[in-house]
């Protein structure tokens, strides 16, 4: 048989694509012995594994020849019902799309509302699984600066123009655990609505707050100019891929047929067990328990910084979430310290992979939830010698 | 604040997507006391709910928590194993990618292979789901001529240059039934190879054979000139979604990097219930109880319609899967006789759904899995009846 050494012709947006930076780091990390603040892995001590146990024997005993048949794309009808009452604002469930995890949301996304050359704006830095979602349908990312505050809204003023949508991760954000403020909020959304700019609003860890809940969503204050995502996987697991998309009319009926078309619906087995653990109020008694958790793995790595860093090293005190956001001293480059670092028994990322254009090459993210407190006091101990040596 | 009507603006792309008739037309036969012939619904008889409720119980309890936690975009390495090692030629487990369902499959190879305007061959009809998938890239679809044994390989090589891939569902076709025959599959390949076109071999039906297992897969043999697409949905169950693709070197990298950009990965805990299900050779002891379930009810749909349908109505006689292909005497046209049909309490899908041009509009699939052969006996004179007052 003649066969031509490689008949196959890529498409030209593969171009684009590229493998999570993060994901190659993890598997690097993956080393016994290695201390990881790289992963955005929640804490398995937090899964529900027992809740989780007791609600597939009831889904499979109640209905399950039901909970293993195809079902409606839109997704399982007691779910999207659960999801529309647990927000702040008024929802209609017909308004929910149950997504396989919040990444299939930011896909269908990018399928409805990017063309080439689109452009998108985000915040600087912004979250990689975004940009990589979205990179396919070949858009021109434009970062928008921002602050502690959030969005710098003289800096969107100028670059909105013409702009598809500006992306924005709100509370406790990836990768820099910032929580825009309220002001902000408010002057965002009227800002955004006079420009005819659409938000997307990306909300993974909202729920992980310490000491008190962040402002509301975006979403909520003007609803038919944003499209909101959440996702079951901080607060329940990530092994199971639900999330969900709050889309406004205008929008809707096409994000749902790209729905269709990526993988006809989100596993109905997996929809069912979620709302077989949430009955009887489980989350309200179960979040509380991630917080504090999480606060204090935080606490202990603050502690950590404080003690053994050097000079010259700065980061950020985050109110909720998973990751903390340092800086290294001038001249010393974060992407030079992580072989130095893996040398020492410690991960992270460097903060580069964050940035559409212009990156901080000073900038590290550290995960404070996947680590033990012992861990995380050997590892900070470790990335400070590091970094002294570097 | 001033809001203007509507800011959104949707992608070119949205122009091409439509919601599936076939979706459209099963909320109309959701309707109690409707016999709907129209969905692909595998029998819920044939779903081992035991056996999962039991591999829920195991997985959760020998490793619950790695069972929720984020995992490899590639998949769960002990599943993509048995995978590999259950297709009929030598399949690496690095090349196989799990697919949150085959209909994912299908996206993940449009994004990789379909630029806009990318030549996309097709069978004549062929499966509508993939139709829906690739239109989002934006492909131009050209029908191949095909006949009860396949593709009409002289209409292949007059419209293969420059052609991305040839689709095609080989076994107990979507929506025909057909099967492409021994002598044809191996001088499609051969043609295919000649003609530098990649095939895209979608096999969801295979192991539904009822006398004989059909010829084997085309891509075994030519593995670099292939990507091949396999389900759980038809043998196990859909509700786990999952699917997958065995692809060459050529293209795995890029499939794998828009996995990891549609939805991170399968669900994990899905990955390893099927897997649990799986030991101890379960499929061996299973998958015949479905054949011969689904060989009843063929034959009870044939019997029906020898017995009941008026002259010039014309129909095939699947050796394997779901679908049965009939074609109405001339002058009648399915899309007409489905509304009175529905009058009669009987549902089914018009072929022309199936096309991507040049539709037949007498022909129409009838499914004989979902409905009882007692439902099927009534369904088919309720059909008959319908198309005898047309």
């Given at each position: 048989m003649s066969i031509p050494a490689n008949p196959w012709t890529l498409a030209a947006r593969t171009e684009k694509m590229n493998s999570s930076v993060i994901r190659e780091i993890l598997k690097v990390t993956e080393r016994p012995g290695i201390i990881s603040f790289a992963g955005g892995l929640p804490s398995p001590k937090t899964f529900?594994?027992?809740?989780?146990?007791?609600?597939?024997?009831?889904?499979?005993?109640?209905?399950g020849k039901g909970a293993l048949q195809y079902a409606a794309s839109e997704g399982?009808?007691?779910?999207?019902?659960?999801?529309?009452?647990?927000?702040?604002?008024?929802?209609?469930?017909?308004?929910?799309?149950?997504?396989?995890?919040?990444?299939?949301?930011?896909?269908l996304i990018g399928k409805v509302l990017i063309d080439p050359g689109s452009k998108v704006l985000v915040e600087t830095p912004t979250y990689l699984g975004a940009l990589q979602a979205f990179a396919p349908m070949e858009p021109k990312v434009v970062s928008v600066a921002s602050d502690d505050e959030g969005v710098d809204l003289d800096d969107l003023g100028r670059k909105a123009d013409n702009g598809r949508f500006l992306y924005v991760l709100p509370n406790f954000q990836n990768p820099t655990?910032?929580?825009?403020?309220?002001?902000?909020?408010?002057?965002?959304?009227?800002?955004?609505?006079?420009?005819?700019?659409?938000?997307?609003?990306?909300?993974p860890y909202g729920d992980l707050w310490f000491?008190?809940?962040?402002?509301?969503?975006?979403?909520?204050?003007?609803?038919?100019?944003?499209?909101?995502?959440g996702s079951f996987s901080k607060v329940l697991a990530p092994g199971l891929r639900l999330g969900y998309v709050i889309a406004p009319k205008a929008i809707m009926p096409k994000l749902l047929q790209a729905k269709q078309a990526a993988d006809l619906h989100s596993p109905s087995f997996n929809q069912r067990m979620v709302v077989a653990v949430m009955q009887d109020g489980f989350l309200a008694r179960h979040v509380p328990t991630i917080r504090t958790l999480y606060?204090?793995?935080?606490?202990?790595?603050?502690?950590?910084?404080?003690?053994?860093?050097?000079?010259?090293?700065?980061w950020n005190t985050p109110d909720g979430g998973m990751f903390l956001w340092a800086r290294l001293p001038e001249g010393v480059h974060a992407v030079d310290l992580l072989p130095k670092a893996v040398d020492q028994g410690v991960a992270f990322v460097p903060g580069t992979a964050f940035y559409a254009d212009n990156a901080d090459p000073r900038s590290m993210r550290l995960s404070f939830v996947t680590a033990s407190v012992e861990q995380i006091n050997i590892g900070i101990k470790a990335l400070a010698s590091a970094i002294r040596a570097l």
């Amino acid at each position: 048989m003649s066969i031509p050494a490689n008949p196959w012709t890529l498409a030209a947006r593969t171009e684009k694509m590229n493998s999570s930076v993060i994901r190659e780091i993890l598997k690097v990390t993956e080393r016994p012995g290695i201390i990881s603040f790289a992963g955005g892995l929640p804490s398995p001590k937090t899964f529900p594994v027992a809740e989780f146990a007791a609600a597939c024997e009831k889904v499979l005993r109640e209905d399950g020849k039901g909970a293993l048949q195809y079902a409606a794309s839109e997704g399982y009808g007691p779910l999207r019902e659960i999801v529309a009452a647990g927000l702040p604002w008024k929802v209609d469930p017909a308004q929910v799309l149950i997504t396989t995890g919040s990444q299939q949301g930011l896909d269908l996304i990018g399928k409805v509302l990017i063309d080439p050359g689109s452009k998108v704006l985000v915040e600087t830095p912004t979250y990689l699984g975004a940009l990589q979602a979205f990179a396919p349908m070949e858009p021109k990312v434009v970062s928008v600066a921002s602050d502690d505050e959030g969005v710098d809204l003289d800096d969107l003023g100028r670059k909105a123009d013409n702009g598809r949508f500006l992306y924005v991760l709100p509370n406790f954000q990836n990768p820099t655990g910032r929580t825009m403020t309220e002001a902000r909020r408010a002057a965002l959304v009227e800002r955004a609505a006079a420009l005819g700019l659409p938000l997307v609003e990306d909300n993974p860890y909202g729920d992980l707050w310490f000491d008190a809940p962040p402002p509301a969503p975006l979403t909520g204050r003007n609803p038919d100019g944003g499209v909101y995502m959440g996702s079951f996987s901080k607060v329940l697991a990530p092994g199971l891929r639900l999330g969900y998309v709050i889309a406004p009319k205008a929008i809707m009926p096409k994000l749902l047929q790209a729905k269709q078309a990526a993988d006809l619906h989100s596993p109905s087995f997996n929809q069912r067990m979620v709302v077989a653990v949430m009955q009887d109020g489980f989350l309200a008694r179960h979040v509380p328990t991630i917080r504090t958790l999480y606060k204090a793995q935080r606490d202990a790595m603050l502690a950590a910084l404080t003690r053994e860093m050097p000079a010259g090293v700065t980061w950020n005190t985050p109110d909720g979430g998973m990751f903390l956001w340092a800086r290294l001293p001038e001249g010393v480059h974060a992407v030079d310290l992580l072989p130095k670092a893996v040398d020492q028994g410690v991960a992270f990322v460097p903060g580069t992979a964050f940035y559409a254009d212009n990156a901080d090459p000073r900038s590290m993210r550290l995960s404070f939830v996947t680590a033990s407190v012992e861990q995380i006091n050997i590892g900070i101990k470790a990335l400070a010698s590091a970094i002294r040596a570097l």
